[in-house]
Each structure stands twice: as structure tokens, then as C-alpha cells.
């Protein structure tokens, strides 16, 4: 297992973010006297905001697909939450790369928003196509969107797996092969920049 | 033009009545099979599309496979980077799983949700990446067409508005999975994050 590590500089107590304390992140509820007083303890202590990276990989891209899908783990161990908040790749790699997570749509969200009624007839006009209504018999349909980024909290592990978060690249200059690897940046909001080596396996191997 | 069967064997009436049996014996059995079964099974007969597995010969098919066969039927787009190759990844694990000759009558037909995008050449190049020759690469013989088969199935689907031309759209699908056996039946249907495993549960199921 290839691991990277990069080390960005200190982060001040100041700017942890409490509206990212996830489920992981310290218990202030429980013994919350004894947290309190190690929370800023570590924060002081912990000179270094590391973000390690395993697993980067990602899926080939087949028939000119034109896109790809990145998948990792993102390891915290500091006491720090961090955010990540963008990715990139060389020039020329791909012409966008976005921070993507792929979602199950919620059909009571999307209530005026141009569903078909309910008589039940396909159609595709010129630039739009959509197929099928929102009754409770009707599957969920999945899509995939940007998010503005993926909390890292303090002390966790957060996996991008298929089906969940990846990191999307699109409009790919080349297919994506088979045991090649590249190279990807990935910007968080308090380590910084942090840059690994994606290794593009197979199908079956994602 | 007379849609060409899939099943272009003869079909033999007594093999169809030992698969009806073991199919039916194999469901009653088997309740904790993956996915769920419609009552009644909905018929596929009659929905028509154009498979370019070929590229010299464009075939209009239906969705109905061989006598002994099962057919796979999802309905995707190739700019799909995640939940699309994911699934057609389990279904090829799940062919490799119970061997060649069972994974022999099983076979994926992947329609295009998204045609404007989505040409013969590049269905053929990304199926062949998960299943060799051995797939259907189904193209909408129109719009109706997939409007038909979408109703019929249950199969939901919005492609993004856009401009003509521009290529950047995004596109919601439900990402069922869709099992069709020699009779035509929908005789089961899997849900996105159904495993190999599921997949190749149900084969050996359905394919006594």
C-alpha cells in the first residue's frame, strides 16, 4: 500500500469548525469537563496539519468516456477538522475536476420542477428529456453533484468509494489505462495542498 | 421491419417448461433471494431497440434472450462515472463468479438513456471493456421507444436541460437493474449496491 504524507503548517485552535465536528469528532458530552481541557491541548501541541491519503485510485476510463471517477481514503489524525474542498490535475489532464458525491434524488425536493405528469407518456423534446413520475411506486432516481467539500473531521478516516464521494474528472484528454498512474492535487482547507499518485486500475479492482 | 428476437434458437417447448418449473421452484424457494419480484411480472414483448454489439450490422432486437437464458437490462449513460460502471463491473464480476458456462446464458443489455451522446462506437468500446463481445449495446430506436420501454419497466430517467450542442448536461437515472428470463418476464429487479455476490446468487437461482 502506497501511503503519501504531507504536512502544511500550523493550525490555530481559533479556526477549528465546530459546524464540522461530525459524528467522530471529540465526545464534549460525555466526561465533557475532561474534553474541554485536552481539546485545546491537542490543538496547541499539534504543530503540523497532516492529511494522509490511501488508496488513491481510480476506475479506467472506458471508450472515451471522457470521465472518471477518483476514489480515496482521507485520514485526520490530527485534533484539527479539516474540510476537503477541491482537487485538481495537471494541465491538459482533464479540463474540469470537481469534488462530486453521487446522491439519490428526493423526489419531494424536486416538486414543481417540471415532472411529467401524471398521464405517462415519454417524451424527449429538444433539449430535455425526462421519464417517469414520483409516485411512492416509482424507484428513486441517482444523480451526481458538486458539493461545496468533504469534512475530514478531527481524528477519522473518511472513505470515497464508489457510490458515495469521488472526485470527478472531466473531459479527459485520454482514455485512463490500466496501471497507469497520475498525479492529483487536492486542496484542504487547513493542511493545503496535498498531492498523491493515482494508480487507474481495473474494473474490478476500484 | 420485424423485430428480430433475441431467442434466435429454436425454442424448445419441453426445455421451456423444465426452466418455467425451475424457475418457479426456484423463487418459492428461495425467499431471501436479492432484489425484488413483481406481481404480476411485467411482459417485455413488443419493446424494440437497435443493438450495435456489432458494428457493421445494426440488429433490431427485444429484450427477450435465448430459451435458458437470462438477460440483464439496465438503462445508463456513458458520462456516468460512477454508479453506471460500478454496476456493470458487479454484473461482470458476477458472470466470472459462477463460471463460463453459466455466465454463457447470461448476458447485459445496456441502453442509452442518452443518445444524443452515447454513439455505437463508444456503447461498443465501454461494454467491451466489461464483458468482451458478449453484451447488447441497445440504442432507442426513438424516443418513443424508450419512453415505452421506460413505462413498461419502471425505468425513470431526466436528461439535464440544455442547449443544442452542448454537451455538458447532467442526467438522473433510477439505476435498477432489470432481470428478464426466456419467457419475457421481468422476473426480478436489483437495486443500485446490489453486490457481485447478489448478482451471482440470482444466477444460479434462475438458471438451474
Avoid at chain 1, 465526545?27 to 465533557?32: A, K, N, P, R
Avoid at chain 1, 499539534?46 to 485520514?75: F, K, N, Q, T
Avoid at chain 1, 477538522?81 to 475536476?97: M, Q, T
Avoid at chain 1, 417540471?114 to 424507484?139: K, L, Q, R
Wanted: hydrophobic share 45%; with cysteine.
Amino acid at each position: 500500500m502506497q501511503r503519501y504524507r504531507f504536512v502544511a503548517s500550523a493550525v490555530a485552535v481559533g479556526l477549528l469548525l465546530p459546524a464540522c465536528s461530525g459524528a467522530d469528532g471529540p465526545d464534549l458530552t460525555v466526561e465533557g469537563a475532561a474534553a474541554v481541557v485536552q481539546q485545546p491541548e491537542a490543538a496547541e501541541t499539534d504543530e503540523e496539519a497532516a492529511i494522509l491519503v490511501h488508496h488513491a485510485r481510480s476506475r479506467m476510463s472506458p471508450s472515451r468516456a471522457g470521465v472518471a471517477a477518483v476514489y480515496l481514503d482521507l485520514e485526520n489524525p490530527t485534533a484539527t477538522d479539516d474540510v476537503l474542498v477541491a482537487a485538481s490535475v495537471p494541465e491538459g489532464f482533464a479540463g474540469r475536476v470537481e469534488v462530486h458525491e453521487t446522491y439519490e434524488v428526493d423526489d419531494d425536493s424536486m416538486a414543481g420542477d417540471g415532472h411529467m405528469s401524471s398521464d405517462g407518456n415519454g417524451h424527449m423534446s429538444d433539449d430535455t428529456g425526462m421519464h417517469g413520475g414520483s409516485d411512492s411506486d416509482a424507484p428513486a432516481m441517482m444523480g451526481m453533484r458538486e458539493v461545496p467539500g468533504i469534512p475530514v473531521p478531527a481524528g477519522s478516516t473518511v472513505e470515497l468509494v464508489p457510490g458515495g464521494y469521488h472526485i470527478m474528472l472531466m473531459d479527459l484528454a485520454e482514455d485512463l489505462v490500466t496501471g497507469e498512474e497520475f498525479t492529483l492535487t487536492l486542496e484542504l482547507e487547513h493542511a493545503g495542498a496535498v498531492t498523491v499518485s493515482v494508480e487507474v486500475r481495473d474494473h474490478a479492482d476500484v | 421491419m420485424n423485430p428480430k428476437r433475441l431467442a434466435q434458437r429454436p425454442a424448445v417447448l419441453l426445455a421451456a417448461v423444465i426452466l418455467g418449473v425451475g424457475l418457479a421452484s426456484a423463487l418459492l424457494s428461495e425467499p431471501e433471494l436479492p432484489g425484488v419480484a413483481r406481481d404480476p411480472m411485467p411482459a417485455v414483448d413488443g419493446l424494440t431497440f437497435v443493438d450495435h454489439r456489432t458494428a457493421d450490422a445494426p440488429q433490431e432486437v427485444d429484450l427477450i434472450p435465448d430459451p435458458g437464458e437470462l438477460l440483464f437490462v439496465y438503462f445508463g449513460y456513458l458520462s456516468c462515472p460512477d454508479v453506471c460502471p460500478m454496476t456493470m463491473s458487479d454484473i461482470a464480476q458476477a458472470r466470472d463468479a459462477v463460471g463460463p458456462a453459466l455466465a454463457a446464458r447470461t448476458r447485459v443489455a445496456f441502453v442509452t438513456v442518452d443518445p444524443q451522446r452515447d454513439g455505437p462506437d463508444r456503447l461498443r468500446s465501454y461494454l467491451s471493456h466489461f464483458f468482451d463481445d458478449d453484451y447488447h449495446a441497445l440504442i432507442p430506436v426513438d424516443e418513443a421507444a424508450l419512453a415505452a420501454a421506460a413505462d413498461r419497466l419502471g425505468v425513470r430517467y431526466e436528461i439535464e436541460a440544455h442547449e443544442p450542442g452542448d454537451e455538458r448536461y447532467d442526467v438522473l437515472h433510477s439505476a435498477l437493474t432489470y432481470v428478464v428470463d426466456d419467457r419475457g418476464h421481468l422476473v426480478r429487479e436489483l437495486p443500485f449496491g446490489a453486490t457481485p455476490d447478489d448478482y451471482a446468487r440470482l444466477i444460479r437461482a434462475l438458471l438451474p
